[in-house]
């Protein structure tokens, strides 16, 4: 059973870091393009970051420059590296593992996490 834990969220000042980490189980996880999104209380689930399974990386253009995607893949975690925090990047992050489609898309995804809260106080 495919699975995704992720860890790391929770209060953060504005101008702020964190770092969010996703642990997937998995045989395929190597060979798997993976992604995050965020949901704020009455929005709908948006894109975050994206990262192939070779390391090629896309961004919403919200975080591009303050947020970066990596991934160790003999540790089969993903990691989402928040800088520059601000009040609106408040939301429930997930991952999950793109199966098809459009990479910005949340359909384009499976095997998602429970999520982790990420709060960032002005």
């Known amino acids: 059973q495919v699975q995704r834990v992720e860890s790391g969220g929770g209060l953060v000042q504005a101008g702020g870091s964190a770092r969010l980490s996703c642990a997937a189980s998995g045989r395929t996880f190597s060979r798997s393009a993976m992604g995050w999104f965020r949901q704020a209380p009455g929005k709908e689930r948006e894109f975050v970051a994206h990262?192939?399974?070779?390391?090629?990386?896309y961004y919403a253009d919200s975080v591009k420059g303050r947020f970066t995607i990596s991934r160790d893949n003999a540790k089969k975690t993903v990691y989402l590296q928040m800088n520059s925090l601000k009040p609106e990047d408040t939301a429930v992050y997930y991952c999950?593992?793109?199966?098809?489609?459009?990479?910005?898309?949340?359909?384009?995804?499976?095997?998602w996490g429970q999520g982790t809260q990420v709060t960032v106080s002005s």
């Open positions: 999950a593992a793109h199966v098809s489609g459009d990479y910005y898309l949340a359909a384009s995804y499976d095997y």
């Open positions: 990262i192939t399974w070779s390391g090629m990386t």
